[in-house]
């Protein structure tokens, strides 16, 4: 979906909506539906966002993420249920929406013939700013997002990253409450990813509510002070990053030894234990266990117990990938876990 303008009274930091202050939610949806033919996109949802937070939402392709995005935003009306953005109904006020939110889509939407400064000048004339308030605008946000030194330059000579910083540049010119960022950084190369990352801590950091879908993981993982997964038009679960890998197996303690005769005696001491696992050819075994200092302490209590040594070990714990496989059932039964490595 391609960033939106909605040429609305922005916001400009005055009285905030009824239900946007501190500790109140930014965004709720209750039942959501949303339904093309016989296909039903959303079935059903449920979200609570409090405000000044980053939520992120996950999915595989055709979820419905971008779906949400656009009833939230107001583009599209739902089929049933309510919603709620910054303290203003989506079907009966969506004006009061419009004016408290920005929406950057996943294809940065710049006029490549205009400048930079002409792009964020006409989102500023969109908004009714004026033209000295636009002008003051527009040089802020260049500043701030660091594309001043070529304010002069044509969008199209951008690089994917200036074009993205220059995107979401032209989401703030109204000063948003609430942002949609709908896959921000789809295209974006590993350094441009991380600098947008900075970019949304720190507009958080100053007050506003992020909801971010994404396709990569480890951005909702850095980002996100919580995630749903929505799969088949449902969430099937929500929570912080280690509430939603607590709730998948696989961590486990791997010890290596040098000695044959030491990994054999290490085996011999955890003889019932459940999903213990041996490589004989790399002298390792697989203990299970999430790896905090209690199991830790009694796992090496065992091994003392038994004059056995280990040359080194590290904890194996699942991360956003196995949450995302287990609960979508991509890749089917079975599939191997990406596990992180924390090397002690």
């Known amino acids: 979906m391609p960033s939106s303008v909605m040429p609305t009274t922005p916001h400009n930091g005055g009285p905030q909506s009824p239900g946007a202050g501190a500790g109140a939610d930014a965004i709720s949806a209750v039942g959501l539906r949303k339904s093309y033919g016989d296909k039903t996109v959303l079935d059903g949802i449920d979200l609570r966002i409090p405000a000044g937070s980053v939520f992120a939402l996950l999915g595989p392709n055709g979820a419905g993420k971008t779906t949400t995005v656009q009833i939230l935003s107001t583009l599209i009306a739902a089929d ?9 109904d989506v079907a009966t006020s969506p004006a009061g929406v419009r004016a408290a939110i920005g929406v950057t889509g996943q294809f940065a939407a710049l006029d490549d013939l205009l400048t930079a400064e002409e792009n964020l ?7 009714r700013l004026g033209k000295r308030e636009g002008r003051k605008r527009a040089k802020e946000l260049l500043e701030r997002f660091d594309i001043a ?12 990253g200036m074009r993205r910083r220059l995107d979401i540049a032209m989401t703030l ?20 990813r991380r600098t947008m990352w900075e970019t ?17 993981l480890e951005e909702a993982d850095q980002l996100a002070d919580r995630i749903a997964v929505l799969d088949g038009g449902r969430i099937v679960a929500e929570g912080t990053s280690e509430e939603l890998k607590a709730q998948i197996p696989g961590s486990h303690v791997r010890l290596r030894f040098n000695e044959t005769d030491e990994y054999e005696r290490a085996a011999a001491a955890f003889p019932g234990a ?18 905090d200092l209690a199991a830790l302490r009694t796992l090496f209590d065992r091994l003392d117990a038994a004059g056995v040594r280990a ?16 609960l979508t059932g991509d890749g089917g039964t079975g599939a191997a876990l990406h596990v992180k490595e924390t090397q002690r």
């Not at 949304?200 to 990569?216: E, H, K, N």
């Not at 999903?275 to 790399?282: F, I, K, N, P, S």
């Not at 040359?311 to 287990?326: G, I, Q």
Request: no cysteine; net charge negative.
């Open 149 to 160: 030194d070529v304010a002069g330059n044509r969008a199209a000579t951008f690089s994917g």
């Open 121 to 127: 000048l006409l989102v500023a004339d969109l908004l």
């Open 80 to 88: 049933g249920g309510q919603a709620q953005v910054a303290g203003h």
């Open 311 to 326: 040359a080194d070990f590290s904890v194996h714990t699942p991360d956003l990938d196995d949450v995302f496989l287990a």
């Open 200 to 216: 949304v801590r720190s507009l958080v950091a100053g007050g506003v509510t992020i909801f971010l879908t994404t396709q990569y």
């Open 274 to 291: 459940v999903g213990a696992l041996r490589d004989d050819e790399e002298l390792t075994l697989r203990i299970a266990g999430d790896g």
């Open 173 to 192: 010119v109204g000063d948003p409450q609430v942002i949609f960022l709908d896959e921000p950084t789809t295209g974006l190369d590993p350094r441009s």
